[in-house]
DNA sequence: AATACAATAACGCATACGGGGTATTTTTAT
DNA sequence: ATAAAAATACCCCGTATGCGTTATTGTATT
């Protein structure tokens, strides 16, 4: 099936985990590693002259973080897969990554095996992600089953996010509209805030729909 | 390490596929499978009175879904892992699952020694999930490359998802009133909504931000 | 029995907001 | 070179919205 070799690069600051990595990908059968880069700026200068299948990116490099690394050159290489590979696994790093454009999130613990294997997924079409990493990304969509909204608040929070007004909402759950206004006070004394927007946008970014 | 053995609950309404999971997980060390059920509300009913570690869940199930099984176990279980295992593979399903409090999502080919392996993976932190789904996951989180909206807009929509009003963006951005204004009708356009409310939804909803 | 919260409802007031235009300058694309 | 898009800016208008305040009823919780 892998009759096709796998082309990566690397963008790794320490020089010993750097040759390292290409030295077990290169020596490995069916994988390449012929760019190797010691920051970002040769990296986002380099990589798209010759796009590899694969980028092991790491996050904390000398200038720009490999987080704008991807940022800059997702946009230009749509075909290419970035996997972080660092030892930063603070939620901040982990959903930045991802949102930047990065297709899997590695810890630098991983045995040299499971990398190869890890490289194998993402070009078969997989994201890998270290076990505590893939953990931190399925809670993130779980409900926040500590709102502070009661049923009825939560259900014209709901509404507000379709954009429906004070009317409309009474309307389809059958109040006032005083009584929909009292509701959205409410609302916004319990998330702190001022306004429908930031309502929503809390809402949403917390999970309490 | 894994000296305690871990129990599984099986939800699965194919009375041969339930059996062979049931022999599956019982068969092998480590593991134990007493509870196996072949609708949600017998899982419903049961499933709190001994608490299982893991709970491998349908989708399809005769009146209430797996998803929706999971929405009602999962806050009674806060302890219990739910895996989906499902022939389902599409976005709904997948994002239901998790949103409802699914901690993985293995696709119903999986083979019986990666099966196992998942279980435990689930137990000690991680979130097992099929190359597919794990993929969806990830790409749920990319920025959108094909927003309609300009720079400037863009950063107008972020603004209004911190609740800051015209007055407080002009002042940020160093433009007028009106010209807030003017981004913002905009973006309505563009985003065929007509609030701020919902302009925020749709932003945040297709990571256009 | 008492306290607290949720859900319901109302009123006044100032203004931020959404919809309708129009216009100039700069940047980008063809 | 020229067209299209983006960014800037202003006007009017009506109303939905946010804020303050008050009040009744029912349901939990203690």
């Known amino acids: 099936m892998s009759e096709k070799i796998i082309k990566v690069a690397i963008v790794e600051d320490d020089s010993d985990i750097r040759k390292l990595l290409s030295l077990i990908i290169d020596g490995s059968p069916g994988f390449e590693c012929r760019q190797t880069y010691s920051n970002c700026e040769d990296a986002i200068e380099n990589i798209p002259k010759d796009p590899p299948d694969v980028v092991l990116m790491d996050i904390d490099l000398p200038k720009l973080s490999g987080i704008e690394g991807i940022r800059i050159l997702k946009e230009q290489l749509a075909k290419t897969d970035f996997l972080m590979l660092t030892i930063k696994e603070d939620d901040e790093s982990v959903f930045q990554s991802l949102c930047a454009g990065a297709t899997g999130y590695l810890v630098k613990d991983i045995p040299p095996a499971n990398l190869l294997l ?92």
Do not use: W
């Not at 078969?124 to 502070?148: C, D, E, L, W, Y």
């Open 118 to 209: 890890s490289i194998k997924d993402v070009v078969n079409g997989g994201s890998p992600m270290s076990a505590a990493i893939a953990r931190k990304v399925t809670m993130s969509f779980h409900k926040n089953t500590n709102s502070p909204l009661s049923e009825r608040e939560t259900e014209v929070l709901k509404r507000l996010c379709d954009g429906e007004n004070y009317k409309t909402i009474a309307d389809a759950i059958f109040v006032s509209g005083n009584t929909v206004r009292a509701h959205i006070k409410n609302i916004y004394k319990k998330l702190h805030v001022k306004s429908r927007a930031e309502a929503v946008a809390k809402a949403i970014n917390n999970n309490l729909l």
